[in-house]
């Protein structure tokens, strides 16, 4: 037992600072504290948006938060998990990442992004169904009407 | 004594303004088609509305205010500045009838910072933004960038005198073709040409980069668009950090240049005068300002150790200079990193090469680099003045397209327009601070918008004043015109009010 102890005392010692930044942080957190942030293991949770793009055995993955997307930089093997991804039909799955935030990542260029290790889908995606408006359907009539009497506005101005 | 203007004037500034509203009204047929094509309803109605609305405006003004008087260089400068305004309003109703801006006023500054080629944006939840939607947002900087009289000229005016007056009151003054409806359907054709080349080099590279074919041909599209008319939109939230591909940067890197640079330059290499660009006082100058600028961000990221090397900086720092200095706006840092991971001075470097600009008619804002070269010109003359003996006779020379003999007049002019770019920059610098921002981050957001830019520290947002946001639109409309419009439609307002 006080072996457990002491394992757990030493666990605490080396990686305690990165155990407590491992929680769940938004983009604006990221963002602003990114010094703060840089290097540091980081939950990051959001919708997955646009494309899945990938780059041979890694992908990028855009996630927003509601208030920017973040790149994460991610194993191709991980992304099956995601089924739909956001866009005017569709809203993207919502994952949870783990990962290592980099304020400026030396492998790419200066980006700021997060390299994944875990990836936990929270919720899946769904499809938007957006509904005919019919209101704009009966005013765009109203103003093809409109225009229809300045079209004989104009026959009986040139008489 | 100032004369008021008569009810003749007004209809004929009325008839051509229904003309342009016509032509506006026909460009909102391609987002139509775009929805047609990804089977979006909604957005394709918000854009039959428009299209009907402006229609009803366009034809009420024709009918109403027919005539057959030609434009005088009033007239000219007032439909300009005028035909600007109601395209903001008229662009804006898709945009705002999709929900996605939170004011009709936010819609506004987005429909003119897209028509003036500036870039700075309130959209919300762009990610989730119809395609018909983000294609319009993109094709009114095509449209702006060549200009919305151009349009107009280029389509829907037979020639006809005036069609020069509304050329320059659109802060063109220089004919590339001795007609001035055949230069702009060049200005059309060289885009074009670029759009078709520019769209399939993005396109395959985001197909190799992962993206959906269709997508990638989509964002591609909207990327050169955005680009070659020193936009600075971008289909995603991320702007072109959405990517995550240096070939990407590069290929908006060449793009933003090309649209940099005067179409007229483009006219001579394309007729094989390649020479042209090596002695053009208007590149050589664009050579000179990008590195000094460069060098200043450079040192300025270096001393505060931003990245983590030299390669890194260059890519970073470069890339949102020549950005700026093309007056384009793209990112690829976050707008909130101008100010963490930047320091003042590479801020001055970015907000210098911003208010520079590129060269004259091309789709780029501020100062521009005819003016610039003129006036280090001038500054040359004058030291070889102080320099040399009483009796020696100075005659200063440039190469723009041809020889010219340095004259006070075109110093003068160059002089001017350059101030009045510096009043505005200090102009809604001061209604920045007033609002409570910081000066350096008033100055960067100011001279973006004046400038035509886009770039943005973080100032430009959806909870910005909305005294600010109309500032910014009256900044990012008076620099797109170059100031004479604007000038015109004021003598107008005045003569209204106090003419006999």
Known sequence: ?159 | MIFKPRLKDLKTIGFYLGKIILGLAFTMALPILIGLCFGELNPVLDFVLSILISLVLGFLLIIFCRTEEDLNWVQGMIVVSTSWIIAMILGAIPLYLSGHWKSFLDACFDAMSGFATTGLTLVQNLDHISYAHNFWRHLIMFLGGQGIIVIALSFFVRGFSGAFKMYVGEGRDERIMPNVINTARFIWMVSIVYLILGTLALGITGIFNGMQPANSFFHGACIFMAAFDTGGFAPQSQNILYYHSIIYEIITIVIMVLGALNFKLHYHLWSGNRKEIFKNIEVVTLCVTILTTFFIVAVGLAQLGSYPNALVLFRKGFYQLISGHTGTGFQTIYPQQFLDSWNPLALCGVIIAMALGGAVCSTTGAIKMLRIGIILKAFKEDLKRIIMPDKAIVIEKFHHIKEIFLEDKLIRSALTITLAYFVLYGLGTLVGMFYGYPFLEALFESTSAAANVGLSCGITSITMPAGLKITYIIQMWAGRLEFMSVFAIIGFLVAVIKGK
Do not use: P
């Open chain 1, 1 to 159: 037992m006080k072996n457990k102890f002491k394992f757990i005392f030493l666990l605490i010692l080396f990686f305690g600072q990165r155990l407590v930044l491992a929680q769940n942080l938004n983009s604006d957190d990221l963002i602003k504290q990114a010094r703060q942030y840089d290097g540091q293991v980081v939950t990051y949770s959001g919708e997955v948006i646009g494309d899945v793009m990938r780059r041979g055995e890694f992908a990028w993955v855009n996630i927003n938060d509601g208030n920017n997307a973040i790149g994460v930089w991610i194993k191709t093997g991980l992304t099956k998990e995601i089924n739909i991804t956001g866009n005017y039909k569709a809203q993207g799955d919502f994952l949870e990442i783990t990962g290592v935030f980099y304020r400026a990542c030396l492998k790419h260029g200066g980006d700021l992004d997060i390299h994944a290790q875990t990836l936990h889908k929270i919720s899946s995606g769904k499809i938007i169904e957006h509904k005919l408006d019919f209101v704009k359907l009966e005013v765009s009539f109203i103003l093809l009407g409109a225009l229809f009497l300045i079209w004989i506005l104009s026959l009986f101005k040139r008489k």
